[in-house]
């Protein structure tokens, strides 16, 4: 299954998402211990471009569950970076095979 994830970041927590920035992104190209894979990501901006809001990825995983725990055992969850996590189901017809993954 794919999932659209999107975390919404906590505001002024510009710091700490530079500080936990390496161990944010060597999750990610792990596939959080292999529990999904990330197919694609990227930071979400404020609409004037100068303030980050949050991230989202595109993931493969086996269960809403298993996606879930993707997302929470991320170093900006643990840390405190991401306020909330919102996970939609794509259509069984999404074409993955479009993206280069950025996770085994």
Do not use: K
């Not at 161990?23 to 197919?39: K, N």
């Not at 609409?47 to 990825?57: M, S």
Request: glycine letters at 10%.
């Amino acid at each position: 299954m794919y999932f659209l994830m999107i975390c919404r970041h906590r505001e002024g927590v510009a710091e700490l998402r530079d500080r936990l920035r390496p161990e944010h992104r060597a999750y990610v190209a792990s596939g959080g211990q292999a529990r999904a894979r990330v197919l694609t990501g990227s930071a979400l901006w404020a609409d004037a471009g100068e303030q980050g809001i949050g991230n989202f990825g595109i993931l493969e995983a086996e269960s809403r569950e298993a996606a879930l725990a993707f997302a929470e055992g991320d170093p900006f969850h643990i840390g405190g970076v991401v306020e909330s996590i919102e996970l939609i189901r794509l259509a069984d017809t999404f074409q993955a095979q479009r993206i280069e993954p950025l996770s085994p």
